[in-house]
């Protein structure tokens, strides 16, 4: 069998009828010289059976480790990787037919990329808010999957390329519990080579969040850019405290319309207007319904991680834990 030139390795935790689809979309490119690694981590509900159903279908690899983080996952199963370049996916996405045509089709792959996500049109109104609030420019997701952004472009773990041999030079993926993908790219950056928006290489992020487990998420981003950058310092820039800055006006406008005049709420009135027409013109009407309440979700929750963490660090002086003990996911 010749040697793939893309290797596609996949984190897995309790997910095996996500993985179902994920392999299927895979299962359904127009190319075919590539390997799929799937790195079990530590799962109670285990997808070895998803796994053998595509044998024959897919050049597929699983591995099982105890749990220890998607970074640790992904870390294993590069190392068992035999294509040029390594690609990274989520076990929620789903990945169109053209992906890899589209970057067979490039002049030049660059050493590291990634690509943005959307929404499919059979999603749930609350998979299309949240993606809408992830991606769009009247929230802080358009700084992400766009080539005039607000910084420069960092690709994310759930639709990021990294050639092999660059991935080995620095390292992998470092032992932390959030923004491990960040950390990789400014570590790539400081190597001399920065991350490259491949517009076509795009995917579907089917986010099974519900409210809770996304403000949780956008929370632990805004806690992840505190700790990014002490081990980066200058890394944060103007626009990664937009969120903090919105999350104390927000605050400070509910408590002012509460306790003297309503009016106040207006600016978030209008706000709120502008995320339900736009969304509603993208996604209908009830994603653009929902739009509103995962955009302040989005903004507020990092927001207050950002403030939460920055407080411990700068005014509490207490050391941040970048791992994480016991079990990752809880």
Not at 72 to 86: F, H, I, M, P, V
Not at 109 to 133: C, R
Not at 168 to 176: D, L, N, P, T
Request: hydrophobic share 45%; charged share 20%.
């Amino acid at each position: 069998m010749a040697k793939p030139k893309y290797s596609f390795i996949v984190p897995v935790y309790n997910r095996p009828d996500e993985l179902r689809e994920l392999l299927s979309s895979l299962g359904d490119q127009q190319a075919t010289h590539f390997e799929v690694i799937v790195v079990e981590d530590g799962s109670e509900q285990k997808a070895d059976k998803v796994v053998e159903s595509f044998a024959g279908k897919l050049d597929l690899t699983y591995l099982f480790q105890p749990n220890a983080g998607p970074g640790a996952a992904r870390n294993n199963g590069a190392s068992q990787a035999k294509g040029q370049w390594l690609i990274f996916l989520d076990s929620d996405v789903i990945v169109p037919p053209g992906y890899l045509a589209a970057l067979d089709a490039m002049p030049k792959l660059p050493s590291l990329f990634g690509g943005p996500d959307k929404a499919a049109s059979d999603f749930s109104a609350t998979q299309k808010a949240i993606n809408y609030s992830m991606t769009s420019f009247l929230t802080t997701g358009g700084i992400r999957g766009k080539k005039k952004a607000m910084e420069a472009y960092k690709p994310r773990s759930f639709n990021m390329g990294v050639e092999a041999m660059l991935f080995q030079k620095i390292e992998g993926f470092r032992a932390m519990r959030f923004g491990e993908d960040i950390d990789l790219s400014l570590r790539a950056e400081k190597a001399g080579t920065k991350g490259v928006l491949v517009e076509e290489a795009w995917v579907y992020h089917k986010r099974r969040s519900n409210v809770r487990q996304f403000y949780k998420q956008v929370f632990n981003s805004g806690v992840a850019r505190i700790h990014l950058h002490l081990l980066h310092p200058g890394s944060t820039k103007a626009v990664h405290t937009f969120p903090a800055l919105f999350a104390v006006a927000v605050i400070f406008l509910a408590v002012w319309a509460l306790l003297f005049n309503a009016n106040r709420l207006l600016p978030l009135l209008i706000y709120s207007t502008f995320i339900l027409v736009d969304s509603t013109i993208k996604n209908g009407l009830p994603a653009g319904i929902l739009s509103v309440p995962a955009a302040f979700v989005q903004l507020v929750g990092y927001g207050l991680g950002f403030l939460k963490a920055g407080f411990e660090v700068y005014a509490l002086r207490r050391k941040p834990k970048f791992g994480f003990a016991n079990t990752f996911y809880k």
